[in-house]
């Protein structure tokens, strides 16, 4: 299945279930794990995962200021910044009118609030976050033991953790990146 945020064997691994031996129940909980990280981070499904190797282009608009924040991508994979038939990069660093810090590009001047930049780059992360796939770990193992309320009643699993909606950590790490990367940020 594609864009897991967590590979199916981790999880198994992670668990102490032995009896869980069905390889489609635990594809079928990653991809629902990874899914429900994006539905809870506001973005697409996919979002979070490691970058394509080939650049794709995506336009952004300019707020009247010289930052234009970029959604994740590789630092200096750029290879073409339009605005409507100005280019904006070169080759040579010395003549660029931006430059790159910290997911923004920082132009020279300021960008009008009309202007639609087309960024070719690598979009993406170069890495699955560590923290998301933790969570998401936590997340899948939670539901895995929540599945059976008797045994999790058996084994003094407390009422708090039973009916949670999220684990802890599932919790806490979304929090961050829906404010982030939401898609449904309006003013920033």
């Known amino acids: 299945m594609p864009n897991l945020y967590v590979e199916v064997e981790t999880i ?3 668990a102490v279930a032995n009896e869980a031996d ?3 129940v ?4 990653a991809d ?3 899914r429900l990280f994006d539905r809870e981070c506001e973005v697409s499904d996919g979002f979070f995962n490691v970058a394509e190797v080939a650049v794709s282009t995506k336009s952004f608009r300019g707020k009247s200021t010289q930052y234009l924040k970029l959604s994740p991508y590789i630092p200096d994979s750029i290879t073409s910044i339009d605005d409507a038939g100005t280019e904006y990069f070169e080759a040579d660093e010395s003549d660029r009118q931006y430059h790159e810090a910290d997911g923004y590009l920082v132009f020279d001047f300021n960008l009008p609030t009309s202007a639609i930049i ?3 780059a690598r979009f993406g992360f170069a890495a699955i976050p560590s923290d998301i796939q933790m969570a998401c770990i936590e997340q899948a193992l939670f539901q895995w033991r929540k599945k059976d309320l008797a045994f999790a009643d058996m084994s003094g699993v407390s009422a708090a953790a039973i009916n949670a909606e999220f684990s802890p950590t599932f ?4 929090k961050r990146y829906r404010e982030i990367y939401s898609l449904n940020t309006y003013f920033s």
């Open 12 to 14: 198994k691994n992670a």
């Open 22 to 24: 069905n390889d489609d």
């Open 26 to 29: 635990w594809e079928l909980l």
């Open 32 to 34: 629902g794990v990874s």
């Open 118 to 120: 087309a960024v070719t």
């Open 171 to 174: 919790s806490a790490v979304t």
